[in-house]
């Protein structure tokens, strides 16, 4: 199965507070029919985000549960555990839970390129967890922990200030 082009630009564009519900809802139903058949890293990660944009909630915790159970039990490589932690945190981004995705997503930048993937890829995980600390640190009233995964991401890409100020805007609520 091949990815509708343009589902990380949606996701991106989501995260700085656009509307993409309507491309959001054609891409999920793209992929809701495969829910039960988890299968790919990048497929069930694309399908948590596409899911997720598109407020199907229920479908994104199914995908979760059925990869839950494909990895418990058994010693398999850290690409299982990036897999599970990756549509796990997407999946509670989605679902307004910021502080679950922060504890799973914080942890799963050393090693997401276990996974592979694309720049692009492995950097939507950095934007959404900023987006997720700032949207906990709305709820918190504490703003150290956005502050420095802003700083650690201007450090690394200078041209990404203005962005990154706009994302933390973009989701204090």
């Known amino acids: 199965m091949s990815w509708p082009d343009g589902l990380l630009g949606t996701h991106r564009l989501s995260l700085f507070g656009i509307d ?3 491309r959001a809802d054609q891409l999920a139903a793209d992929i809701e029919l495969l829910v039960d058949d ?10 948590v ?15 979760v549960a059925n990869n839950r159970r494909r990895t ?12 599970l932690a990756l549509v796990e945190g997407f999946g509670s981004f989605a ?17 997401a390129n ?6 692009a890829q492995r950097d939507i995980i950095d934007l959404t967890l900023i987006a997720a600390a700032a949207r906990a640190a709305a709820r ?5 922990l956005t502050e420095d995964l802003v700083a650690e991401r201007v450090a690394r ?3 990404a200030s203005a962005a990154a100020t706009q994302l933390v805007a973009a989701n204090r609520r």
């Open 49 to 63: 985000m596409a899911l997720g944009l598109s407020g199907r909630h229920e479908c994104n915790q199914q995908l």
């Open 20 to 22: 993409v519900g309507g």
């Open 38 to 47: 988890p299968v790919y890293l990048f497929n069930d990660w694309y399908a």
């Open 72 to 83: 418990v039990g058994t010693n398999r490589e850290v690409a299982e555990r990036v897999r």
């Open 140 to 144: 918190a009233g504490e703003r150290t």
């Open 157 to 159: 890409k200078p041209s």
């Open 114 to 119: 276990a996974v592979g993937g694309s720049h």
């Open 95 to 111: 679902a307004g839970q910021p502080d679950r995705a922060l504890d799973l997503l914080i942890d799963l930048r050393p090693v």
